[in-house]
């Protein structure tokens, strides 16, 4: 105590000096001020759109991207896939009340939040978050930290040993996602605090994981016998189902982000669909003349990418500046997820970098182009500012950079330890029945 109290004085020396020395008139406006001004009151309009949106976004990985995933690989693997998806959300559930949420959203330092609020410290059923109860709030934001490293475990379909994927997981989501969260959403974060536009997660959710995914797929190498051997989905209707389930619950993802049921949620909704229809439309043309059929893989894929890209400019961009980034997105992820693949010869299962990755990037870099003052309180290049590509373009740097290397020290420190990779015969035979002792009959 004698310690404390040492270390406390002048510290208290200081502030009572400052008080002194301030005006009587001065102190007197302050608590004028601070009078006048309203606490904030719980709204229950905002609070029921929050609660609907919480839902909407738990239901993209569970079991929207569980199918979407899912069906996309080879039959023996299907029952391994779904299970990493409810895994995965169920691990960082719990994490994300012991660690994350008060890393990525109490005030701590520019790069990385406090610790008050392990374990949910002083959270009661009163707490509120603007007008919203703090539980909602950190219940919308926990189902983001769930659907991150979920994305990411399409990147190694079909060859991460189970118990690797779970300890992977719990380390990245507390020193990769939480971090980085926090500089783009949280009190004092730098990004923000530079300027960066993320309204939704293109740079928090997708560039991040699609960049650790492309990180994984490198670090863990190719499947046997790729690319020569049929990897083909096993059931592409389980893949539009959950693509279906993905569209739908993006509005919460999106339009929830306002955190209220005010015309800045509308429009997110609103560009949003325009986005996905505009994508899944380009990708598919770009396919049909590339390839002489529109595949259902493709249109899919397509309504993800336009999705994924309107993310970060879903609160600040207008329906024209929507259409634009659909287009764009749909024929870039395509040529990600088809020739620069091929290209460069890595092998990214499930297409977590293609999509995500790449649609993350051109979202974020087209928010700088289309974001307009009216709708986000931001102007963009269209409008004169043109200083904001700049400025996104260097958030998306951050971001590669911070979750690239961090993801390759852990997957490597991963492998030392513990290994990554099932034995070759597993991965011939299949997951399901070596991991966890089940198959589809």
């Known amino acids: 105590m004698n310690r404390l109290f040492l270390l406390a004085a002048p510290m208290m020396a200081v502030a009572l000096g400052l008080v002194a020395g301030m005006p009587t008139d001065a102190l007197a406006q302050d608590a004028a001020a601070a009078a006048a001004t309203p606490a904030p009151t719980l709204s229950p309009g905002d609070t029921a759109w929050m609660l609907m949106s919480t839902v909407l976004v738990l239901f993209m990985t569970i079991p929207g991207l569980a199918l979407f995933y899912g069906g996309m690989v080879r039959k023996m693997n299907v029952l391994a896939t779904?299970?990493?998806?409810?895994?995965?959300?169920?691990?960082?559930?719990?994490?994300?009340i012991v660690a994350g949420y008060s890393i990525a959203f109490t005030e701590g330092t520019p790069y990385f939040g406090g610790l008050s609020k392990m374990l949910l410290n002083g959270l009661t059923k009163d707490s509120l978050s603007g007008v919203i109860p703090e539980t909602v709030f950190i219940t919308f934001q926990m189902t983001f930290a769930i659907i991150t490293p979920a994305l990411i475990a399409g990147a190694f379909a079909d060859?991460?040993?189970?118990?690797?994927l779970l300890v992977f997981t719990a380390i990245w989501s507390l020193a990769v996602y939480a971090p980085i969260t926090h500089w783009v959403w949280g009190p004092g974060g730098y990004l923000m605090g530079d300027g960066v536009l993320d309204y939704a997660g293109g740079t928090v959710v997708h560039i991040n994981a699609g960049v650790a995914g492309l990180v994984a797929a490198l670090v863990l190498g190719k499947r046997k016998g790729y690319p020569k051997e049929n990897f083909a989905p096993h059931n592409l209707v389980l893949s539009l189902v959950g693509a279906a389930m993905l569209w739908v619950g993006w509005f919460g993802f999106n339009a929830g982000s306002a955190a209220a049921a005010d015309g800045r949620?509308?429009?997110?909704?609103?560009?949003?669909?325009?986005?996905?229809?505009?994508?899944a439309m380009s990708w598919m043309f770009a396919e049909w003349v590339i390839k002489g059929k529109p595949s259902i893989?493709?249109?899919?894929?397509?309504?993800?990418?336009?999705?994924?890209?309107?993310t970060p400019?879903?609160?600040f961009v207008g329906p024209m500046g929507?259409?634009?980034?659909?287009?764009?997105a749909g024929v870039v992820c395509y040529w990600g997820a088809t020739g620069l693949k091929r290209t460069l010869g890595y092998d990214d299962s499930l297409d977590a970098f293609g999509v995500h990755g790449i649609g993350g990037i051109v979202g974020a870099v087209l928010t700088g182009v289309f974001a307009q003052e009216a709708i986000g309180g931001t102007a963009g290049l269209l409008e004169g500012n043109a200083a904001q590509v700049v400025t996104q373009l260097y958030g998306i740097g951050a971001t590669?950079?911070?979750?690239?290397?961090?993801?390759?020290i852990l997957l490597k420190v991963i492998d030392v330890v513990m290994g990554l990779r099932v034995d070759e015969d597993v991965e011939r035979d299949g997951l399901d029945l070596a991991l966890h002792g089940e198959s589809i009959h």
């Not at 893989?297 to 309107?310: D, K, N, P, R, W």
């Not at 929507?322 to 764009?328: E, K, R, S, Y």
Request: hydrophobic residues 65%.
């Open 82 to 96: 779904v299970m990493q998806s409810f895994a995965i959300c169920c691990l960082v559930s719990i994490l994300w």
């Open 159 to 164: 060859r991460m040993k189970f118990s690797s």
């Open 265 to 279: 949620a509308g429009m997110a909704m609103l560009v949003t669909q325009i986005a996905a229809a505009s994508a």
């Open 297 to 310: 893989l493709g249109i899919i894929s397509g309504a993800v990418g336009g999705l994924v890209a309107i």
């Open 313 to 315: 400019a879903s609160g």
């Open 322 to 328: 929507a259409l634009v980034i659909g287009v764009v």
């Open 400 to 408: 590669v950079l911070y979750s690239g290397v961090a993801t390759f």
